[in-house]
């Protein structure tokens, strides 16, 4: 079966134009040049080579559009031209019999769906590659969706994965732009992403996790999920209603204030991605529904983005250069954010990021699109060979989609003007004695940690020289995340230290002596001017040593 398949994807590609594509990923013996030339000319000539890659990921299945509305949301990979065409990708399956649906149910829930339920509607709502949609009723009266898993989509997705991980492999060993795109490592968070996408209890989870960051938010709704007739491969959801959020007409016609509607249903995602670090990742329209009232509701949870604390505050240092439209700092944090920085030209980027800046030097933000700036700056990101983390690259797909949504409900909406206010709360969250505090003792933490075990360690390497000498092997590559830990450690504790320092002067200071209250506002201003100071003294030195 699986040799068929291999044989099926490489007369795909042959058949729309893309043999290059099956050299490269080592499915050359399975399409010979005679049949690549001849299969399927005069249809794919007509066609663009994005267009031609949509059309071959959709006659190859379900994985294969998985896989290419993941890289629609990869701008730093792909140029507009493929993020626009592979954005056209519908996830939806052909139905499942009947029969099929009713045994996955009676095996998952132990019971005729009728017994289970109040009420199950056997034609589905929605039928898409990984699952089925039907309406429900629960003996309450309660309306719901139950999802139920197609049932070869385990086995389907399984198999397509593992071969697409053996042509990654392939294509890395033969093929410049697998290795410097790491294209090994984009299959496996897929295979990672989708293979998270077949667990309903997992999506479940997911959708508990949204609803207990938004408890005390009455204008967003969450789906409740019904533990007891959920399974890994059964999913009942509270079933939301409401007007599709793109459908203006219905919007106009209920007296929805759109205007208000576009700023709510954006500080949402916001509230998401930079207070919460969790947001949904697969944002359009047709999983947004708004209520009479201008309350926004949110369904399907598969695909999520998750970010550590560091990924999260590189993506804030990055958003406050990319606001202040400073080419210094934007080069900088571009750097912190990229997965891959080898195959950069420092001086290039940097003329880049200058060249950049000074297109948008005299125009307010207000009248900036955050769109065409992003694209801008991911044209850099390509031509420079950088690579983002997958969670930052969706979170600028998903922004890119906020500020779509919103220029559909409001020509006027301006997501900068609606971004701002959320990163300013974060500088002062992040400049507050707490947060430094923290950070104080994290750096501490490091540094002790890496005192306490240097002697052990120190003894064992002796203990190896003595038994008969040691053999050291150095590349400049390996070395690399070694030094920028423990410059990093070094630096956070020194700028830790003093700025706790100047804190808690200013502090005993202003409290001690009456006379000093009167300059309460003035220390505490030279006090940030000097570790403000202090902190890009240290980010100069770093970006010095590492250039």
């Known amino acids: 079966m699986r040799l068929s398949r291999y044989q099926e994807i490489a007369d795909t590609l042959a058949r729309h134009g893309l043999g290059f594509l099956a050299d490269a990923v080592g499915l050359k013996r399975w399409a010979p040049p005679a049949v690549r030339r001849s299969a399927g000319a005069a249809r794919w000539q007509s066609h663009t080579v994005p267009e031609r890659v949509r059309l071959a990921l959709e006659d190859l299945g379900p994985t294969f559009v998985k896989l290419g509305q993941l890289l629609s949301a990869r701008p730093d990979l792909l140029p507009q031209s493929f993020i626009v065409e592979l954005s056209k990708l519908q996830d939806a399956g052909e139905v499942v019999p009947e029969e099929a649906i009713l045994d996955i149910l009676r095996h998952e829930l132990g019971d005729e769906p009728e017994e289970v339920f109040a009420r199950f509607d056997r034609t589905p709502l929605a039928s898409a590659s ?37 042509l990654a492999e392939t294509a890395s060993r033969v093929w410049e732009p697998a290795r410097t795109y790491n294209l090994r490592g984009i299959v496996q968070e897929f295979a990672q992403t989708l293979r998270a996408e077949l667990d309903y209890l997992r999506e479940g989870r997911n959708a508990e996790r949204f609803a207990a960051n938004f408890a005390q938010q009455a204008n967003v709704h969450i789906p409740r999920v019904f533990w007891e007739t959920t399974t890994t491969r059964v999913l009942t959801l509270e079933r939301m209603t409401g007007i599709k959020i793109s459908d203006i007409t219905a919007l106009d016609a209920a007296g929805i204030d759109r205007k208000a509607l576009a700023e709510a249903g954006a500080g949402i995602i916001l509230q998401m991605i930079f207070e919460d670090s969790f947001f949904h990742a697969d944002l359009h329209p047709g999983n947004l529904f708004v209520h009479a009232d201008g309350s926004v509701a949110l369904i399907d949870f598969g695909m999520v983005g998750e970010m550590s604390e560091e990924l999260h505050n590189d993506l804030i240092q990055f958003l406050i250069a990319f606001t202040r439209r400073n080419p210094e700092a934007l080069t900088a944090a571009l750097l912190d954010l990229s997965v891959t920085k080898g195959h950069a030209d420092l001086h290039e980027l940097r003329d880049a990021m200058a060249s950049f800046v000074s297109t948008y030097a005299g125009l307010p933000l207000s009248e900036i699109k955050f769109t065409h700036l992003l694209q801008e700056l991911l044209a850099i990101v390509r031509q420079q060979r950088l690579q983002l983390p997958r969670e930052i690259a969706l979170v600028f797909k998903v922004l890119i989609t906020v500020e779509g949504i919103g ?80 410059e990093r450690i070094g630096n956070r504790l020194v700028a830790g230290l003093i700025t706790a320092a100047l804190i808690n002067g200013v502090g005993e200071i202003v409290v001690s002596e009456k006379r000093w209250r009167s300059w309460e506002g003035g220390l505490m201003g030279a006090g940030v001017t000097v570790v403000t100071g202090l902190a890009s003294y240290l980010v100069w030195t770093t970006r010095r040593r590492r250039g």
């Open 130 to 166: 990984i699952g089925q949609a039907h309406a429900a009723t629960l003996r309450d009266g309660t309306p719901v969706v139950v999802k139920v898993r197609r049932p070869d989509a385990l086995r389907q997705v399984h198999e397509d994965l593992e071969i697409l991980e053996n």
């Open 407 to 486: 220029t559909q409900l409001d020509p006027d909406f301006d997501l900068i003007g609606v971004l701002t206010p959320f990163v300013r709360r974060l500088i002062k969250q992040r400049l507050s004695a707490a947060a430094i505090a923290r950070r104080v003792a994290e750096a501490s933490a490091d540094t002790g940690a890496l005192l306490l075990e240097l002697p052990s360690r120190l003894r064992r390497i002796l203990e190896t020289v003595d038994r008969g000498g040691i053999e050291v092997h150095l590349r400049a590559a390996e070395l690399e995340p070694l030094v920028t830990r423990t």
